[in-house]
């Protein structure tokens, strides 16, 4: 199972919409405290609309908790400091996606000694990041295509519309 990792989110909104995601693709969320509010805020939940009490979540009290109960994980670190462009990485199935908080991403001390496994989406100019919640999905997806979207629906379905004859 592919695992997504917010390093001490800040904003309720973006953790929510991580959280859907996760359901929708079937994935494994990991949250590193400290955080910037609290679980079972309203925030979190309407942002996570109907889906918060399906999602594979763990809260973690520290990044080294993370490490102690996650041992041997594959680690990829999503910043704008890394090397390697996210979908020029090959992914295992099992890996882990971490993302940093809002305002200040992955701390450098970390990125440093995983500089390897540091993947970057790629920017105009010196902008500002994208949205976490935006860049969780570009990154997760590209993860989820290299596995052939395995237990994914794939296809869609369209019903029949009278819009054609105007009895709509």
């Known amino acids: 199972m592919i695992n997504i990792v917010l390093l001490e989110p800040e904003i309720p909104a973006n953790t929510g ?7 929708a693709a079937g994935v494994r969320l990991h949250l590193i405290e400290p955080m910037g509010f609290q679980i079972n805020e309203k925030q979190v939940r309407r942002a996570g609309l109907d889906y918060w009490d399906k999602l594979d979540y763990t809260i973690y ?25 996210y979908s020029d990485v090959s992914y295992e199935d099992d890996c882990y996606l971490m993302f940093g908080k809002e305002s200040a991403g992955i701390p450098e001390e970390l990125l440093v000694d995983n500089e390897e496994n540091t993947v970057r989406i790629p920017m105009f100019g010196e902008s500002r990041s994208l949205n976490l919640g935006n860049s969780v999905a570009i990154v997760l997806y590209e993860v989820l295509r290299q596995h052939d979207f395995q237990n994914l629906n794939t296809e869609g379905h369209l019903h029949h519309s009278h819009w054609k004859d105007g009895t709509m």
Not at 17 to 23: A, E, L, M, Q
Request: hydrophobic share 30%.
């Open 17 to 23: 919409n991580i959280g859907r995601t996760c359901v």
């Open 61 to 85: 009290e520290s990044y080294s908790d993370f490490l102690k109960k996650n041992q041997g994980a594959k680690i990829y670190m999503a910043t704008t400091k890394a090397k390697h462009i």
